[in-house]
């Protein structure tokens, strides 16, 4: 009791009346005692005073002169003001970021300037600048100018240029102009960022692309009913791929840094060849493909496709909705890359722990066997299968496969292949014959030319 007594003393001292307060409780007794300093800190809780304290503590110090406060809690929604200037003081940035880039006529400016100053002789027909003409052009360009012609750019160039000491006009100016264009989207797309913290979410995304459709040439014929499963169909291989956590948010920079924003805006040129628009997942042709099969599945036409439509990933009431059914088609689509192996490894793990086991493996190849014995073909003995996928993957423990395993071996792509579609599984099997008869063929071939 004693030891309780002295502890809630010591706690009492540490207030700007702490002299006054231990007097006054050296008369109390100890269930007084612990009733000031209920009252008191309740009241400090309320009025977040123990925050206000640090907080003052840190100015006072020394360091808080050298680190200023970095961190700023957004305002809360109720917070109407706040909120309205918050969202002012990221427009007015924006815009002045917006004023910093180059125009058409600078850039037209710039590519004068490289011309005129390149170093010669002509290598071929491309020119090149040694970096004393490149200091000049970037003396006489001016101070906007200065931050796409520095030290720094012309070492990387120099790097991969073909001539030492000299680097490219053209590969320079398409350097400029891709630098320009990628602060320039960062800048549309952080219009949409309302929280200002360098994410986008699925809507915010949705609202980009949707006022993106009217300056593509490519979607001009897409009918008015068709742009929100255009704009699904476009965001769900965003966060398919971008955010493979399914946290609900993507980061801007992670679009900037990735090729799906590249093959968006193809979509501005006028002519795009036929081969290249069925390759775009972006495309109209590509969308409305992907958008036909769905619609042809789903035999009842209540917009979801039910188990006998399509086993799958299931959601509502065991059906799939066209969402859940872009995101299947995108794992199957592209089986190699990691964010698909997660999303089918999730499939594939029925017994929900984590990994394969044998048990799994022979779970979905009873299937292929069924497929086996419809095509009158020769068995195939699971044990066989069994051991050579556990010898592709080399798991770290032999007994199971997990996700990081299936991953790491390289192999992930062939192991959920043969196990989940047939016709994978039997160009597999017959890999080697495959491979004796297109050597044949073109023996053949040879010999008649």
Request: charged share 25%.
């Amino acid at each position: 009791m004693n030891g309780f007594r002295e502890k809630l003393l010591a706690n009492l001292d540490k207030s700007k009346e702490s002299d006054i307060r231990a007097q006054q409780a050296a008369t109390k007794t100890d269930d007084e005692i612990e009733d000031i300093l209920f009252q008191r800190y309740r009241e400090e809780l309320a009025g977040n005073a123990r925050l206000k304290q640090v907080i003052e503590r840190g100015k006072s110090s020394d360091t808080y002169r050298f680190i200023p406060q970095f961190h700023f809690e957004l305002p809360k929604n109720s917070d109407g003001l706040a909120q309205k200037l918050r969202e002012e003081a990221r427009t007015l940035f924006l815009q002045k970021r917006s004023k910093e880039l180059l125009d058409n006529n600078e850039l037209k400016l710039l590519w004068s300037l490289l011309e005129s100053h390149h170093s010669p002789p002509l290598m071929g027909e491309e020119q090149y600048i040694n970096y004393e003409n490149y200091c000049k052009v970037a003396g006489i360009a001016g101070e906007k100018f200065k931050r796409y012609l520095t030290a720094s750019t012309f070492a990387r160039l120099v790097v991969s240029s073909s001539y030492p000491g000299k680097i490219s006009v053209m590969s320079l100016f398409n350097y400029a102009m891709r630098k320009v264009w990628l602060q320039q989207t960062r800048i549309g797309l952080s219009l949409y960022d309302y929280t200002g913290q360098g994410y986008l979410n699925e809507s915010d995304l949705e609202s980009y692309i949707l006022e993106l459709i009217p300056t593509f040439p490519q979607l001009e014929g897409l009918e008015k009913s068709f742009h929100s499963f255009y704009v699904c169909t476009t965001v769900r291989k965003f966060f398919f791929f971008l955010d493979p956590l399914r946290t609900g948010r993507i980061r801007i920079r992670d679009i900037l840094t990735c090729t799906f924003l590249d093959d968006l805006l193809e979509l501005r040129d006028e002519e795009i060849p036929k081969d290249a628009q069925e390759m775009n997942w972006f495309s109209a042709p590509s969308a409305l493909s992907v958008y036909g099969h769905y619609l042809n599945l789903d035999k009842d036409h209540n917009g979801m496709l039910s188990k006998k439509e399509l086993i799958g990933c299931l959601t509502y009431d065991g059906e799939m909705d066209y969402k859940t059914y872009l995101d299947f088609v995108l794992a199957l689509e592209n089986r190699s890359e990691p964010q698909s192996l997660h999303y089918l490894f999730r499939i594939l793990d029925v017994e929900h722990k984590g990994y394969l086991t044998p048990f799994t493996l022979n779970y979905f190849f009873k299937g292929i066997q069924d497929e086996i014995s419809a095509h009158r073909a020769e068995p195939v003995n699971f044990a066989d299968v069994k051991d050579e996928i556990f010898d592709m993957v080399k798991p770290a423990d032999p007994s199971r496969i997990t996700l990081k395993d299936l991953i790491v071996s390289g192999h992930g792509e062939t192991v959920v292949s043969i196990l989940i579609e047939f016709h994978k599984f039997w160009a597999y099997e017959n890999r080697e014959v495959m491979v004796t008869d297109s050597t044949a063929s073109n023996g053949e071939e040879t010999h008649n030319l």
